[in-house]
């Protein structure tokens, strides 16, 4: 299968080198040219598969040549094996038609373990059959470094440097990076905010020259192998609630719209998805370009649901891609200026409302759902999962159809929310964490100053 550039302009490319590659030249995110379809048949077929399994029908078709069936499963195998519950995503009811998908049962308590497991595998594989090294540099507010990290502890190719802002993210977000004792793992702790950090990332691919002929990898959620493997629960639940026999709907808290496009890519693969709720919390650029076609940035909110704290969602642009009839150059015009206020034309925006409704929930209200949820079925949710429920609550079309809420994250990752919400509850870390406080922590506390990030980078890879 071949992957192509939302902008146009940029060479396609395979499987293997769109997810070594990130970001397309021309500034745009790869797709692949063509989706594979699954019929009625197929997705009846699917009934009862384990979650591996599974996640090998859905995506060997775009892989292509570029592994063979048993290295993808191989790959597959590794990338769930530390998944906590044998189910992978479990399903729980909390209402009448409701269901909640329990993302977080990987490393690091979050979703993003499902992408971050896969991708740091996937690397490893492609780069020893190529006979490469890459460093992987990223910068976190919180939870894709802790991911990422224990996606490539174990990876024998990759050598990974995380910045985050010294004293700027929670003691559990911290300690889930800093406690990883791996040789090739390394943790940077700027004096800084995360846009500095982001601004060390950015200066650092424009000038790769410092690391002496290595390369820089990106994992950040604009690589095409995170989205795809998140396309697999989505099929997942949807089997598990009945389709292809019935239609089933989703709501996902949404803050770069990877999760929530994953959905979409597998409502576009032939699964009966009738509605996907975009659920945001005060940073609500999407909501408003939903409900008001006002996709206009304003200033950062910090919330209760952190890791949806997000002005510009940078994979919304996947979707313009295909609104605007995958044309590449009306992409590039409509994001000429990612500052500017941007607005869609009324074909596109009625192609978006046909599938996607969307639901803003503020900090005081995510703390009554939390509590609410919690005394109606004694079900606890952590801030971003709750938000999914509140939307999903307030504007889903249909009674008769599943409602699947994701949950992207443990609420022990979020115990502040929590306990605004039932302040005499104790929300304890679930057993492999529990010694988190006592484990020997090693980071870099570094100043604010782009020549010395990269002389510790340089001698740390020696
Ligand atoms: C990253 C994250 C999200 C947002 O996911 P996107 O793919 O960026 O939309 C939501 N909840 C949690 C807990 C996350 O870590």
Redesign the pocket.
């Known amino acids: 299968m071949k992957f192509i550039s939302t902008r146009g302009r940029a060479p396609s490319l395979s499987f293997a080198d769109t997810v070594l590659t990130g970001l397309a030249s021309d500034g745009g995110l790869y797709v692949p040219e063509t989706l594979p379809q699954f019929s009625r048949e197929d997705i009846a077929a699917m009934a009862g598969l384990d979650y591996r399994e599974l996640a090998f029908r859905i995506i060997q078709p775009f892989v292509g040549d570029d592994l063979t069936d048993s290295e993808l499963r191989d790959i597959l195998e590794r990338s769930y094996q530390h998944f906590r519950h044998s189910a992978v995503a479990p399903l729980v009811q909390t209402d009448a038609s409701e269901w909640i998908l329990e993302l977080f049962h990987g490393p690091t308590l979050?979703?993003?373990d499902f992408a971050l497991q896969f991708l740091g595998q996937l690397f490893d594989h492609l780069l020893k059959k190529r006979g490469e090294r890459v460093v992987v540099m990223g910068a976190t507010s919180g939870?894709?470094g802790s991911a990422a990290i224990e996606g490539c502890r174990h990876c024998d190719n990759i050598d990974i440097f995380i910045l985050h802002p010294h004293n700027r993210v929670s003691e559990v977000q911290r300690r889930q990076m800093t406690t990883v004792l791996s040789d090739n793992v390394f943790n940077i702790a700027l004096e800084g905010n995360f846009d500095d950090c982001q601004n060390m990332l950015k200066a650092s691919f424009a000038d790769q020259s410092f690391l002496g002929g290595r390369r820089l990898a990106a994992v950040n959620?604009i690589n095409w192998a995170r989205i795809m493997a998140q396309i697999v629960y989505y099929f997942y639940a949807a089997v598990n609630l009945g389709a292809p026999h019935r239609a089933v709907n989703f709501s996902v808290?949404?803050?770069?719209?990877?999760?929530?496009f994953a959905g979409y890519l597998a409502r576009q693969m032939g699964l009966p998805i009738d509605q996907l709720v975009i659920a945001t919390n005060a940073n609500d650029i999407l909501h408003r370009c939903i409900s008001d076609n006002d996709h206009s940035p304003q200033p950062l909110v910090h919330s209760l649901s952190p890791?949806?704290d997000i002005m510009v969602?940078s994979n919304f642009e996947r979707l313009l891609f295909d609104l605007y009839g995958r044309d590449g150059n009306a992409v590039a015009e409509l994001l000429a200026d990612r500052s500017a206020p941007m607005h869609l034309d009324d074909r596109a925006l009625a192609k978006a409302r046909e599938v996607f409704s969307s639901c803003r929930v503020d900090d005081l209200r995510t703390v009554e759902v939390i509590r609410e949820v919690y005394e109606s079925s004694g079900y606890l949710l952590d801030p971003?999962t709750a938000i999914g429920v509140e939307a999903a609550r307030r504007v889903r079309r249909s009674t008769g159809e599943p409602m699947v809420c994701l949950s992207?994250?443990h609420p022990a990752k979020f115990p502040e929310a929590v306990a605004r919400a039932l302040p005499t509850q104790e929300i304890p870390l679930p057993s492999h964490m529990q010694d988190l406080f006592q484990r020997e922590e090693r980071m870099k506390v570094l100043p604010n100053d782009l020549g010395e990030v990269q002389r510790f980078m340089a001698e740390a890879l020696g």
């Open positions: 979050a979703f993003k939870d894709t959620s808290p949404t803050g770069n719209f990877g999760d929530i890791s949806m969602s971003h992207t994250a």
